[in-house]
Structures are given as C-alpha cells and as structure tokens.
C-alpha cells in the first residue's frame, strides 16, 4: 500500500500554505508563524456532537465500566512495541479516527523495559503473571534501567530513598515529561522526517564520545519513524507522505502520538502544542468546501476519545503518587506570537467543546496559555467552561517567555513549561526528577541529621542544633548545609537515572518528533513547599521550643505566639518563601547536570503529598506522624502536606491573598512550574452566572499580569461535592497541576480533597465586612 512520496505530493499537500522556510528544513513553529489565523469571534460557530461520536463515546464508556467491573485485560506475553501489536478500534465500523495504544481500548500493555520487577508486581496485583518465557529473558539476558540504576546508586541515594526524603523517583518506570512535536507526521510524513534525520546523521563526522551517542540516537529516531509508517499500514493509512487535510492531519497526528503511547511509560505522555496547526488544515478546508464545520468538530471529538482511552499499566506504589491513574495527555492551546497576535484559534474553542460534546472527562488535560491579551471572547468562554467543567488549567505566559520560553512552547505533564523546537536549544525536553520532601530535610537538620520520624540512624551527618528555643539564623544555617546535602545526592540519582534511561530505554520515537540537536531541562521538584515556609516563619516571628525524648532526638515541636503565614500576602513570610526557592535552585544550578541539562525547579506535588504527609514527623506548623511505645507508627493526627505551592489550609488569607502570596514567587527559580489547585465558591465571584465569569476573566488577568504562572481551577462549594467524593462518585475536579475523577482516588486523597480552602470570599476584609 506504501506511495512514492514525489515532489507532487508534497506540492498538492502544501497547496495553499505560505511560507518557504519551513519547506526546506522540518519546522512545525515556522510553518505555524506563517499560516495561522487569529480567531477573535466567539464561540457560536460550533458544533455538537454526531449521533455517530456519542454512540462511540457510549462503546469506550461501557468498555470501560465493564473491565472496572471485572478487571482490566492485559498483555502477559508480547511486550509493547510500536507496530507488532495488532491494529485496535473503539468500533472498526464508526471509528473516523484510527489509531490505538493497543489491540482494544484498555487493554494494558506489558512494558518491563524500565523494570522487570515492577512490571511483575503490575500483573500480580492485577491477578496476571507474566509468560515463563519473557520472565527469564528480562531476568537472565536482558538489562533493565532500573538494574543499572541500582548498579550505580550510592550509599547517600539509598539512604535517602529508605528515609522517604528522596522518593517518586523514576527509576522503575521511563521517565516522562518529554513531548514530540507529533504534528511534524502530518505536515511532513515518515519519508520526509526519515530523510532528514539520515541528513543529520550523516552530518556528524568527529568520532568522539559525545558524537558516537548521537549518531547512534539519530539512528535509532531513524528506525522509529520506520515502525510509525508500518504502525499506520495496520490501519490502510500511508502515513509516509504529508495529510492531504484536516482529517487526515488529525489522523496522522494520533498515528504518531499512539505510536509513543504504545512504548512508552512515562509519569507523563503529553500531546503539546497541536491545536493551532491543525487549525491551519481547517481553516483550509472550510474555504475549499472539503468539510463542514460539524465534520471537523466530528474529527475533533473522535480524536480526543482515542486519547481518552490511553491507559498504563501501574501498579499500587505508584497510584500513592499519581493517583487517580492520571495519564497526563497535556494539551496546550491560546498564547501569544512574538510578533504581537494572539495564537488563538477556532481549534482551540473546539477541543474546549468536546468537554459539552463528548462530556467532561480528566483526558486530555486541556491547557490554556493565558494573557490579558487574548481576545475577550475567549477569555469569557474559558472562564464560562471552567465555571461549568472545572477541566481546565491556565498558564501565564508573560511569566514563562520571561524565561526564554519561546511561542509555540507547550506544557508537559502538569505545569512544566517545554519549547520543542526552540532554535536556541533551550528548553526542548525535560529529564523528569520527581520531588523531594524539603521539610523533611529542614526537620532532620535540626536534629542532626537524625530521621525525624524513626530517630535511630542518620540520613547525613551534621550537628544537631541543641538549643531550648529555635533561633531562626541558627536554624537557617543548617538548614543552608541540608540543602547542600539534599540537592548533592537529588542530582547524584537524577544523573544516574538519565544516563540508564538513555542507554536502557532510550525514547526514540518520541525523539524521532524533534530536532537531532537538543538541550534538556532536569526537573528537580519539591514538596512541603509552604510547610517548610510557614515553619520557619514560626521559628522566626513566634517562639519555637523542640521536645526532645530521652536519647535527645526531637519528637516534637512547642510553638507559641502568632507568626504570619504564607498565603496572607505577608512580605515578611511572603519573602521566606522566594528564599527557600533561591537557596534551593541556586545549590542546584551549580551541580554539573546529564548532557549538559538545565537545572529547574517545580512546586508541584502531584497527589505524593499525600504519601509525604505519611513519611514526616511533626514540625512547628502541623502535625505529623509519630512513633507508638512498640515502635509501630502513628498516623492518628498527622496534617496533609498543601499540594504544588498551595498555602497549607491554616492559612487566614482569602482568595485574592493566596493568588497574591503566590504570584510573588520569583518563577525564575521554579521556572519548571509553580503549581496552584485553588477552589472558589460561585458566590464569591458573584450573583449572577454572567459576574461570576466575568469576574474570573479579571481575576485570572491580574494573577498572571502579577506574575502567576499556574492555576488550576475548580468552581464549586464544597458543600455540593462533599459526599459525592467522600461516597466515590464521579466528581471531575483539578486536584494537583492534572485532572482526576475523583472516584479514582483512595480514601486518603478524597480526605485530603476536602481538607483544602475551598474560598467562600474572595478577600479576607470581605469576610471582615
């Protein structure tokens, strides 16, 4: 079925398509820059759904309810590959969109190249066991990365990793975070992209260290690219050469991006900044008369349904992290060009509707890049859509092109920023790094480097602060050499991990959708933000007295008087926080990083804060876990941990006090993603629906012209959702940088949920008033 690939071709593909730049050398961002039309109407135009799209909406949902039912089906013996897993439909016969992540909706894939262990544990808990026959092969013949990993892990990492202050490592699973342009499939084709990765290979002609890893990188991009082609002959589709339209774009757009989601196993498959090009294939197509708009909205909906039928296999341990089984497909739309207009466009409002078409659902994680100085119209629609759906997050986009993020920079995961093909290379991928407990750190520093929770061995050595009252330079001192122990061994295990990752488990086919040339960032994320902050403004503006047991370890803390907290839009406190951000991204900025990568930081904490919550003793600001007289831990009092960069729920400040506390957060030194779950109730914004929303038009303005870079937005009274996520029903709320239906969560997360400041004033002089 393959097509020569000619010049015509590529000539009746690109009929009608501005610019030459592009044409001469693979760039999804220049060919955008030339072509796409800013869109300030509103959203009349739309479409609803087919009859055709529900009754596949209804197929995927009843597949999906029966194997939660029962349990979900699983490959025990064929590991993922990109085109030997036979073709998959939701329905072969009402498909428009072709393109699974294996042979049927759901069925999960068995992917032990990350650990085979891990893989094991999946079946297991899910009532599988792996074939004899890949069991001895992934265990007698075959490395894993995480049997390299191990291999290369110093004493420091593993203690840290047995205290629980480094922890959520990717070590047993890829490591995520990394986005291929994958709409360079539908503007290019295979061939196209195949022939100039052989260009760049070809290109490379000093034999060093450096060069022979990229050679072999390059080819194998080049082999990937091959299984893309033969992933789209499973489904009749020439994926070889450039879409002829919108339909096509969108199907060839899902081949490339099914192709990495057959493979891959990361915290994170992200499908960027797709929208906008295939926008410009829309565009064209309504003024040749090739479809209607209710035909491109079809498209559009059948498209996200396959992206909503993607799921990992994972097992128990890591749905404490992530739970909720998020797969992170973050789709990022709206922003600004550099050339002053807006990248609106009708694409954007129609993956927004599929949310009123095909229903509200966590997948993808819809994503709007926010400026004031997007169109009204659109700002309303999507404050409109928040106010109904509470699907969608926003990034400030002044705040992130302050760092060098470019136009067509998209966000991967929850909130981290990413430019896949900036010229600079800058910023392209990232190496994921999970987070640290930094109050953990803070705690075991104080005590001399004795574990805070089980006090009998020392995570690192040094001395104990041994005073009666906490002296906050005294305390800051220490706290300055844990953060050098921290980041050393954080950077230590980050650099083994990438460099097991790439020789184990390269990523190639996500690699083949961007440049050969790349630069990365390594995320290096925290949890504990505001619980480190609040205790050191306690430390310093209240009094702070240890209480030691009788072997000298501290048990617990004695806080007396007031202190401000963060989240109060407090200078003093305020100004704690962009300290800690500092020192801590400062100390890692100075490590020599894998490839050369780029040290950066997020406030993001997913659901682990949670489990960090369960791994911490108590501090001056909240209560943690502690040790029974047998020894056995209890957990009878502890607080949760605030997620991302939330104030704890102490805090006094309202609504617009948090956004303010936040917002000051210097995002140059968390410029991997300053995570906000804020929760408002409708009457705080309002009487009517109509203040309601325009009033969050204003209030999301100023929070990014203030220097926010994240929210995500939930518009709900916690009274009207209490017992259905209590109860486990299906409540679809942003929880931590992603979306969850809150029926997925354990007991521990839905408490943890209705523990949050859902805001009732937007300002605590109104509930003054």
Known sequence: MKTEVTQDVFEKAWEGFKGLDWKEKVSVSRFVNANYEPYDGDESFLAGPTERSLKVKHILDSTKDHYEATRFPMDTDRVASIADIPAGYIDKDLDVIYGLQNSEPFRLSLMPRGGIRMAETTLKENGYEISPELHEIFTKYVTTVNDGIFRAYTQNIRRARHAHTVTGLPDAYSRGRIIGVYARLALYGADFLMKEKAADWNAITEIDEESIRLREEINL??????????????????????????????????????????????????????????????????????????????????????????????????????????????????????????????????????????????????????????????????????????????????????????????????????????????????????????????????????????????????????????????????????????????????????????????????????????????????????????????????????????????????????????????????????????????????????????????????????????????????????????????????????????????????????????????????????SLTTQVSPRALGKTREEQVANLVDILDAYFINGGQHMNLNVMDLADVYDKIMNGEDVIVRISGYCVNTKYLGPEQRKELTKRVFHEVLSMDDAVK
């Open 221 to 674: 991009q080049y082999q990937a690219l091959d299984e893309v082609a033969k992933f789209g002959d499973l489904y009749g589709l020439d994926v070889r050469k450039p879409a002829m339209n919108v339909k096509e774009a969108i199907q060839w757009t899902n081949i490339a991006f099914m192709a990495a989601a057959r493979v891959i196993n990361g915290a994170a498959t992200s499908l960027g900044r797709v929208p906008i090009v295939l926008d410009i294939f829309a565009q064209r197509d309504l003024e040749r008369g090739t479809f209607t708009e209710s035909e491109i909205q079809e498209f559009v909906d059948d498209f996200v349904l396959k992206l909503r039928s993607v799921k990992f296999a994972r097992t128990k341990a890591y749905d404490e992290i992530y739970s909720g089984d998020p797969t992170f497909i973050t789709t990022s739309m709206g922003g600004l060009g550099n050339d002053g207009r807006h990248r609106v466009t009708k694409m954007d409002y129609r993956f927004l509707n599929t949310l009123d078409n095909i229903g509200n659902s966590p997948e993808p994680n819809l994503t709007v890049l926010w400026s004031p100085e997007l169109p009204y119209n659109f700002r309303r629609y999507c404050m409109s859509m928040s106010h109904k759906h509470s699907s969608i997050q926003y990034e400030g986009v002044e705040t992130m092109a302050k760092d060098g993020y470019g136009e067509m920079s998209c966000i991967s995961c929850c909130v981290s920023p990413l430019d896949p093909e900036s010229e600079n290379q800058r910023h392209n991928i990232q190496y994921f790094g999970a987070r640290v407990n930094v109050l953990k750190a803070l705690l075991t520093g104080i005590d001399g480097g004795y574990d805070d929770v089980h006090h009998d061995y020392k995570v690192f050595d040094i001395d104990a602060i041994t005073s009666d009252v906490l002296d906050y330079d005294e305390v800051m001192e220490n706290f300055d050499k844990s953060l050098d122990w921290l980041t050393d061994t954080y950077v230590d295990a980050l650099n083994i991990i990438h460099y097991m990752t790439d020789k184990y488990n390269y990523e190639a086919v996500q690699m083949a959708f961007l440049p050969s040339h790349q630069r990365a960032n390594m995320g290096f994320g925290i949890c504990g933000f505001a619980n480190v902050v609040d205790t050191l403004s306690a430390i310093k503006y209240a009094t702070v007295k240890p209480v030691r047991n009788e072997e000298g370890r501290i048990v617990d803390y004695i806080t007396e008087g007031e202190f401000p907290r963060f989240g109060e839009d407090d200078d003093r406190v305020d100004n704690i926080g962009k300290l800690v951000m500092k020192m801590y991204h400062e100390k890692l900025a100075s490590h020599k990083l894998y490839k050369n990568a780029e040290a950066t930081v997020s406030l993001l904490t997913i659901t682990s804060n949670v489990a960090y919550s369960k791994q911490t003793g108590h501090s001056p600001v909240n209560r943690g876990i502690f040790l029974n007289e047998d020894g056995s831990v209890n957990y009878s009092e502890y607080e949760f941990f605030s997620p991302g960069a939330n104030p704890l729920p102490a805090s006094k400040g309202g609504w617009l006090q948090n956004l303010n506390s936040i917002a000051k957060l210097d995002f140059k030194d968390a410029n991997d993603g300053i």
